[in-house]
C-alpha cells in the first residue's frame, strides 16, 4: 500500500513537474525533468553534486523562479515567484545547515516570526508554549518548550526545525540531507517522525548522499545524473550497487576517465607525518591516518563528514581534544597555524577568499608564507616580485604580472596563487582541500599537473574531496570518511568510483 | 582589467583616470581637504599663514601624533583602542606620583630618582597593554568593549593616584622633553616626528608591519598563510598603549601640570585624526601617511577656527561634522575598492 502511493484516480499528486529545464548562462542544469510527489510518499532523491538535485529543490522551492516547464500543486499550475510564493502554496523546506537561532527557546524557534499576540497586541507566552508542546509531542517528542535551542544536541534541533515548517502548515517538505549530522539512534528516532508525518497525508522529498538511509525511508526513489532524471523506481525493488550504477551511468564503471584508477601505493616510503586517533570533541572521532613522502593520500566524503575539521585539525587551526600527531617521529600538537607552518606544513583551503588578500597585489599574496625566509630585518619587495614572478612562470599564472591586484584574475589563477604560496621553499607536508572546485578543465588540468609534480619532489600530500574524480585522478591512497570516523581505506588495487560511493 | 586601456580612452566605465580616483579617493580626499582649510583660515585671517601659527600648530597635535601612531597599528589590523586617552592620563599621573612634589601639593607620593621613575612609569603603560592584549586575543574579548573596560581601570587609577588633587613636578628629562625646546623647536614636536617616522618605517618595511596589514586586510587568510595573527593582534595593543603612555607622560609636563580628566579630548583627536586621514576603519589600507595629513587638517581646523571670529561653542559641532565626514568617505572608498 506504501509502496505504490495513489495510482489510482483519487486526489491528484501533491506536486508534478513537468519538462522541466534550467540553464545557467546557457549551460543546462536540468534537463526536462519530471518528478511527481504523492500525498503520504517518502520520495528519495539521489545523485552526486551537480547532478541536479539541488538545482531542482530550489526550482520547487521558489528560489529560481526562470525556468522552463510545469509545475502543478494538488493539480493547480503554479509558477513561484520567491521562497515565500513556495511556503504559501504549502511547500517547506529543512536546509542542511540549520537555521534556528540557538539563543531563544524551542518554543520561540517554532513561532518564530509568526508569534500569536494577546489582545493587547503583546505575545500570548501561554498559547505558544502550549501549543509547542502539543506539537512537539505529536511528533512523539519529549522536549520542554522553554529550554533554549542551543543546548539541545543538533538531532533534536533539527526535529524542531521540522515541527516548525510542519506549523507553517507544509504539505510538501523537503528534506536537504537530514541525517549528515545524526548518530544511528538519531537517525531512527527522525524516521520515526517521518513515518508519522507521512501517515498524516503529507508528502516528503528526502534528499541524501547516505544511499543505505534512502533506501531505509523512502518509498520511491528518483535518481539525477548531469542534469537529467535517469531513473524513478519504487525503493523495495532497489539495492545499493543498482543505485550507484544509476548515479555514475550504467555500464560505464572503469570506462571513463576518473571512473576509476588504480592506487600504487608503496609501504617503505616514509612516514612524515602521521595522525593518531585524533577527535576534536565535536566533528572529529577516532581519526588515524599517514601521510607518506612522495605520496598522496586522498580523504573522500560526503559534505559534513568532516574533512573541513580534518584538514584544520592538521594545520593547527582547530585545537584537539584526543590523540596527537607524529611529526617524523616525534609526537607534536600544534597550538597555531603558525607553528604548523613553520614545522613544514602547508594548507590552501577549500574556498579561495579564505586565504587570499584580493586589494592586494599577486606579489603579496605569494610572499606572505615565506617573508621570514625572504629577509631578516626589513622587507625587500624586490625580491618578493622576483619570487612571484618565477611562480606565475612555473604555474602559468595568467597574466603573469606580479604587480597586478590579486582580484582583478580570474577563479582559477587565484588559486594557482594559494598553491604558488607555499612552493618557494617546498613544504613537508601539503594539504590541499578541494583543489580542483569549480574550476575550469584547463586550470584543473594544470593543478592537477603541479599536484602530481610536488608529489614527485618528496612532498607529502593530503588531498580532501567530495569530488569522487578528483580523488581517483590523484591518490595513491585513499581513505572515506563518514561522520567524522574513517570508514575505509584502499590501499592498493583497482579503486572504482562505485567503491567509494559506496564506502562513504 | 588586462585589455590595454590606452587604445580605448573614451570608454566612461574605467578610464586610468578614474580608476586612479577610486583607487586613490581615501588618499586624496584628506589632502584636499587640508589644502582647502590652509586656504580657507589664510584668507578668512591675517594671523593664520604665518611661521609662528605654522609652529604653533604643530606643537598642538604633537601630543595627539604620539598616540596617533599607535592608534593607527591598532585601527588597521581592524581593530580599535577606546582607553588611549584615558592611559595617556593614568600613566602621566604615574609619573608624577614616583616624583617627589613641591610641599603644597598634598598627595601621598612615592618619590623615586628620575631614571628609575620613568622605568617604572614606562613599566605601567606596558602593563596597560599587556591587559589588553590579553583580554583580545587569549580571552576573545571585542577590542571595542576590552578597551572601553581598561578606559574606566585607567581612569581609576588616575582618580586613586591623585585624589582630585593637581602635580606639578616631574623627572627633568620628562620635563625637558615635554615643555623646553632646541633651537627653537619644541621637542614635543621632535619627539612625534620621531614617533611617526619610525611607525611608519616599521609599517612599510619590515615584516612586522606586512603582518598587520595582511592581518587587517584578511585575517582569515592571514591565519592560514601561517600569520600568528593573535600575536599581531597582542603587539599592536601593547604598541597602542606604550604610544599612550609616553604622550601621557610628555603632555603632563607640556600642560604643566598632572590631574585627572586633562586628556578628555585626545581621545576622540586622535581617533580623528586616523579616521579622517584615511586609514580604513575596516583595516588593511591606509598608514602613518595619512595620520599625518589627519593630525594636519585637525591641527589647521581646531586653530584656525581660533583665528576667526566664531562662536566657540560652535567649534564643536564642527569638528563632529569633520568626522562626521570623514567617516563617510571612508566606508564609501572601501565600498569603491571592493567593487572593483
Not at chain 1, 582547530?318 to 607534536?332: E, M, S, T, V
Not at chain 1, 585522478?473 to 567524522?484: E, I, Q, S
Not at chain 2, 577606546?82 to 609619573?95: D, E, F, H, R, Y
Request: hydrophobic share 45%; aromatic share 6%; charged share 15%.
Amino acid at each position: 500500500m506504501m509502496d505504490q502511493p495513489n495510482s489510482g484516480g483519487g486526489l491528484p499528486p501533491l506536486l508534478q513537474l513537468t519538462n522541466v529545464s534550467k540553464s545557467f548562462g546557457g549551460i543546462a542544469a536540468l534537463k526536462d525533468v519530471d518528478f511527481t510527489l504523492h500525498a503520504g510518499e517518502i520520495h528519495g532523491l539521489v545523485g552526486e553534486n551537480g547532478a541536479g538535485k539541488s538545482t531542482t529543490m530550489k526550482i520547487i522551492a521558489g528560489v529560481y523562479s526562470d525556468y522552463e516547464g510545469e509545475m502543478r500543486v494538488d493539480g493547480k499550475p503554479v509558477h513561484f515567484r520567491s521562497a515565500r510564493d513556495a511556503l504559501a502554496a504549502g511547500i517547506g523546506m529543512v536546509h542542511q545547515e540549520l537555521s534556528t537561532i540557538p539563543d531563544l527557546t524551542v518554543a520561540e524557534n517554532v513561532f518564530l516570526g509568526h508569534q500569536p499576540l494577546t489582545k493587547l497586541g503583546t505575545i500570548d507566552w501561554s498559547q505558544i508554549n502550549r501549543e509547542a508542546t502539543r506539537l512537539i509531542s505529536s511528533l512523539g517528542l519529549d522536549i520542554d518548550p522553554k529550554t533554549l535551542m542551543g543546548s539541545l544536541p543538533v538531532g533534536l534541533q533539527q526535529l524542531v526545525e521540522l515541527s516548525r515548517v510542519l506549523f507553517s502548515g507544509a504539505k510538501t517538505i523537503i528534506l536537504d540531507e537530514p541525517t549528515s549530522a545524526l548518530s544511528p539512534p538519531e537517525v531512527k528516532r527522525l524516521f520515526d517522525v517521518l513515518r508519522k508525518i507521512k501517515a498524516e497525508g503529507r508528502g516528503i522529498i528526502f534528499i541524501s548522499h547516505f544511499l543505505d538511509d534512502v533506501l531505509e525511508i523512502s518509498d520511491t526513489v528518483t535518481v539525477f545524473r548531469n542534469g537529467k532524471k535517469v531513473a524513478t523506481e519504487s525503493a523495495a525493488s532497489l539495492t545499493k550497487d543498482a543505485v550507484i550504477s544509476h548515479m555514475i551511468g550504467r555500464g560505464s564503471i572503469g570506462m571513463h576517465m576518473g571512473e576509476s584508477a588504480e592506487l600504487i601505493s608503496d609501504d617503505t616510503r616514509p612516514i612524515v607525518l602521521a595522525a593518531e586517533a585524533i577527535g576534536d570533541g565535536k566533528t572529529l572521532h577516532n581519526i588515524s591516518l599517514n601521510l607518506r613522502a612522495g605520496e598522496i593520500t586522498g580523504v573522500y566524503g560526503f559534505m559534513g563528514c568532516g574533512q573541513v575539521e580534518l584538514a584544520r585539525a592538521l594545520f593547527g587551526k582547530i585545537k584537539l581534544k584526543r590523540g596527537h600527531f607524529i611529526l617524523n617521529g616525534a609526537q607534536r600538537n600544534f597550538q597555531s597555524t603558525s607553528a604548523a607552518r613553520k614545522v613544514g606544513i602547508a594548507f590552501v583551503p577549500e574556498n579561495r577568499r579564505m586565504m587570499l588578500f584580493r586589494t592586494e597585489p599577486v606579489y603579496k599574496n605569494v610572499s606572505i608564507a615565506i617573508l621570514g625566509r625572504i629577509h631578516r630585518l626589513l622587507l625587500k619587495p624586490g625580491q618578493e616580485r622576483k619570487i612571484a614572478a618565477t611562480r606565475a612562470g612555473d604555474l602559468q599564472i595568467r597574466p603573469p604580472n606580479p604587480n597586478m591586484a590579486l582580484g582583478s584574475l580570474s577563479g582559477g589563477n587565484q588559486q594557482k596563487v594559494a598553491l604558488a604560496k607555499w612552493l618557494t621553499h617546498l613544504p613537508k607536508v601539503l594539504i590541499l582541500s578541494e583543489p580542483t572546485r569549480g574550476m575550469d578543465v584547463g586550470a584543473k588540468e594544470d593543478v592537477i599537473r603541479i599536484v602530481k609534480d610536488l608529489r614527485d619532489k618528496g612532498v607529502a600530500i593530503l588531498v580532501l574531496s567530495t569530488e569522487p574524480e578528483t580523488i581517483l585522478t590523484l591518490a595513491n591512497r585513499v581513505t572515506v570518511l563518514r561522520k567524522g570516523m574513517v570508514a575505509k581505506e584502499f590501499n592498493s588495487g583497482i579503486l572504482f568510483k562505485a567503491d567509494l560511493l559506496a564506502a562513504a | 582589467m588586462s585589455a590595454p586601456t590606452d587604445q580605448i580612452p573614451s570608454l566612461p566605465k574605467s578610464s586610468p583616470f578614474q580608476s586612479f580616483l577610486r583607487n586613490q579617493l581615501r588618499n586624496i580626499a584628506p589632502v584636499f581637504t587640508l589644502l582647502a582649510l590652509v586656504f580657507f583660515f589664510s584668507v578668512a585671517s591675517t594671523s593664520f599663514f604665518t611661521m609662528v601659527n605654522f609652529m604653533n600648530i604643530l606643537s598642538q597635535i604633537s601630543i595627539t601624533a604620539i598616540i596617533a601612531v599607535g592608534l593607527t597599528y591598532v585601527i588597521l589590523t581592524s581593530e580599535i583602542d577606546l582607553s588611549v586617552a584615558a592611559v595617556a592620563n593614568a600613566v602621566g599621573i604615574t609619573v608624577a606620583y614616583f616624583t617627589l612634589q613641591p610641599d603644597y601639593v598634598n598627595i601621598a607620593n612615592l618619590p623615586m630618582p628620575g631614571i628609575i621613575a620613568i622605568v617604572l612609569t614606562l613599566l605601567s603603560a606596558l602593563a596597560f597593554g599587556l591587559i589588553t592584549a590579553f583580554g583580545v586575543t587569549w580571552i576573545g574579548i571585542p577590542s571595542f568593549i576590552m578597551t572601553l573596560a581598561i578606559m574606566q581601570i585607567a581612569n581609576g587609577v588616575s582618580a586613586l593616584l591623585v585624589r582630585g588633587q593637581i602635580a606639578y613636578s616631574y623627572p627633568s628629562l620628562i620635563t625637558m622633553l615635554g615643555s623646553g625646546s632646541i633651537f627653537g623647536i619644541r621637542w614635543t614636536i621632535i619627539v612625534a616626528i620621531l614617533f611617526l617616522l619610525v611607525g611608519h618605517l616599521i609599517l612599510r618595511y619590515t615584516r612586522f608591519g606586512r603582518y598587520i596589514y595582511m592581518t587587517g586586510g584578511n585575517r582569515e587568510a592571514a591565519e592560514y598563510s601561517g600569520v600568528n595573527v593573535k600575536f599581531i593582534i597582542g603587539s599592536v595593543m601593547v604598541i597602542s598603549a606604550m604610544c599612550s603612555g609616553i604622550a601621557g607622560m610628555l603632555a603632563v609636563a607640556y600642560f604643566g601640570s598632572a590631574q585627572q580628566n586633562q586628556f578628555d579630548s585626545y581621545l576622540l583627536d586622535a581617533i580623528a585624526a586616523v579616521v579622517v586621514g584615511g586609514t580604513s576603519l575596516f583595516g588593511g589600507r591606509g598608514g602613518i601617511g595619512n595620520t599625518i595629513i589627519g593630525l594636519l587638517v585637525l591641527g589647521v581646523l581646531n586653530n584656525g577656527l581660533d583665528h576667526i571670529q566664531i562662536d566657540s561653542f560652535l567649534k564643536i559641532l564642527i569638528r563632529g561634522i569633520i568626522l562626521l565626514t570623514a567617516l563617510i568617505i571612508n566606508v564609501y572608498a572601501q565600498k569603491l575598492k571592493e567593487s572593483e
